[in-house]
């Protein structure tokens, strides 16, 4: 009875984690997890969210869980003009921007949003000796940045916080069924999520099989700082189509999984995601480029309204000399013709009351049909474009590991540290970071 | 279609019968949280917001979703 009761918690685990939850097998009663999560890209961003996870299962098996964190992030981020051979000046929000190309020099707007702040620590590698900040007429701040030749062309003063909320409840509905049902909050400076999902999970075959079929629906609201830039349009216009823009998501996933032995378990997930509304990233810009390659013009990038993304996941896990091996395949295809595979493996090393885990991935994917350097200024405006170096061909690998300490029955510290490499064919592509969690778990 | 899905419904039912069985008692190690997928949901959480940050696919494991203005 004993182990049945286990097993059950497992699958609850399974089905939650489905749903985009966190759940671990417990026993009744409260858990609880916080931790802080870390993650620096070397001279770009850094963010700092310390996260809290609350969960409780009652006597009648229903498992409710709660997550808040909060984000914290700023640092450089790429604005998406191109690499150039002269020096290229860019002014945030509401400012203008020049560019000057030896012979002539023009006066652009690149306007990087977000809540602006007219500081840099200086601590990146966007050469901005020339960094300027300065409070303008309306009363908002100016911080005007130089880009070296050569260089990648970084906005330093990106910078966020988020809040973010999630409930999830899952219960049995009867021996066989399980049912799920949860929402999620989140907030940025300029963006808005509100979600719900749900579903229900079939157990067969003496709870060796499982069946899922979960939906998701997501609405989302982005509200630039200066409002919405019309797509395509000049930097220099500043034309506007709006103060905000939504997003709709829908998703749908089927999942089958199977115990293969008393130490193998595999699974498998088919996802469908369909969203339609505003997919563009007001903040991104494209440099228009003359003949002899270097640009006169910036305009705000512009992406299709509607995305569908499908995938196909499998993953296996293996308890082998006490220890657990478990690998991971993803492919994912959509209509912007972006295709990738992911691989992933770790494996945990149960030393007594300590465990150390060991971690790799690697992610590559293929570039959207509307992925571009830079604008030709003398080729007719595409209906579509970006030069979101996130959108054009990539090579991702993650190595790192994961070392736990268990030091009472209902208390657990655990820290991870990895590093992230991000290489593609764009000059922003080529970006490493670190990425490391400290976490503390106990009962009550 | 209905043929199809009437196809689809019975190789399903067949292939469950035709499965691996693992019985209760021989369960404590897939009991394990280690063994669940899920189980390292304070992790994967993490992961799933760098990597949809930063990629331009997400989801696969769980329904994909997103939440933020990141990408």
């Given amino acids: 009875m004993k182990i049945e009761k286990k097993c059950r918690w497992a699958l609850a685990g399974a089905v939650s984690t489905l749903l985009g939850t966190q759940s671990q097998a417990a026993d009744t009663g409260w858990q609880a997890q916080s931790g802080v999560r870390y993650y620096s890209e070397d001279g770009r961003v850094t963010s700092v969210e310390p996260v809290l996870q609350l969960k409780n299962t009652d006597d009648h098996d229903r498992t409710i869980s709660i997550n808040i964190s909060y984000d914290s992030l700023s640092g450089a981020s790429p604005n998406g003009a191109a690499v150039s051979d002269q020096i290229q000046t860019f002014t945030s929000t509401s400012g203008s921007a020049t560019t000057s190309n030896g012979n002539s020099v023009q006066t652009t707007t690149a306007s990087s949003g977000r809540s602006i702040s007219a500081r840099d620590d200086d601590n990146d590698d966007d050469d901005d000796e020339n960094y300027n900040g300065e409070e303008n007429e309306e009363g908002g701040t100016v911080s005007q940045y130089q880009v070296n030749p050569g260089e990648v062309p970084l906005d330093p003063s990106f910078s966020d916080q988020r809040f973010a909320f999630s409930m999830n409840i899952s219960q049995p509905v009867s021996r066989t069924l399980e049912s799920s049902f949860g929402i999620s909050y989140s907030q940025e400076t300029d963006y808005q999520s509100v979600g719900m999902n749900g579903g229900a999970t079939f157990l067969l075959n003496q709870k060796n099989t499982q069946l899922g079929l979960y939906f998701g629906l997501e609405k989302d609201e982005i509200t630039p700082g200066g409002g919405t830039p019309l797509g395509l349009s ?12 939504d997003k709709l998501v829908l998703d749908m996933l089927i999942s089958f999984t199977q115990n293969l032995s008393p130490n193998a378990i595999v699974q498998a997930n088919y996802s469908i995601s369909q969203s339609s509304g505003y997919h563009s990233d007001p903040y991104k810009i494209i440099s228009i480029i003359d003949a002899d390659n270097l640009p006169v013009d910036y305009v705000y990038e512009n992406r299709p309204d509607q995305r569908a993304k499908q995938s196909l996941y499998a993953a ?3 308890h082998m000399f006490g220890d657990t091996f478990e690998a991971s395949y993803r492919y994912m295809w959509d209509d912007w013709d972006v295709t990738s595979q992911t691989w992933e493996s770790k494996y945990r090393l149960n030393l007594g009351r300590f465990y150390i885990q060991p971690h790799y991935r690697l992610y590559r994917q293929s570039a959207t049909n509307f992925y571009v350097d830079s604008l030709n200024a003398t080729d007719s405006a595409p209906d579509y474009a970006s030069s979101d170096y996130r959108l054009g061909e990539l090579t991702t690998e993650t190595v790192g590991a994961k070392v736990s300490w268990q030091f009472s029955q209902d208390q657990a510290l655990s820290f ?14 080529e970006m490493n970071a670190t990425i490391s969690q400290v976490s503390y778990k106990w009962r009550f | 279609m209905k043929w199809m899905m009437s196809s689809c419904l019975l190789i399903l039912l067949y292939g469950c019968s035709a499965l691996p069985e693992v019985k209760p008692w021989q369960k404590g190690n897939l009991a394990k949280e280690e063994m669940t997928f899920g189980g390292d949901g304070f ?29």
């Fill in chain 1, 234 to 245: 000049s930097t220099l216009e500043e034309k506007t189509v709006g103060d905000s823009e």
């Fill in chain 1, 316 to 318: 296996f896990k293996y």
């Fill in chain 1, 416 to 429: 991870r540290l990895e590093r992230y490499h991000q290489t593609g064919e764009s000059d922003a592509a």
């Fill in chain 2, 43 to 71: 992790d994967d959480a993490f992961d799933d917001h760098i990597y949809f940050s930063k990629e331009a696919s997400s989801g696969g494991r769980g329904l994909g979703g997103g939440g933020c203005g990141c990408n």
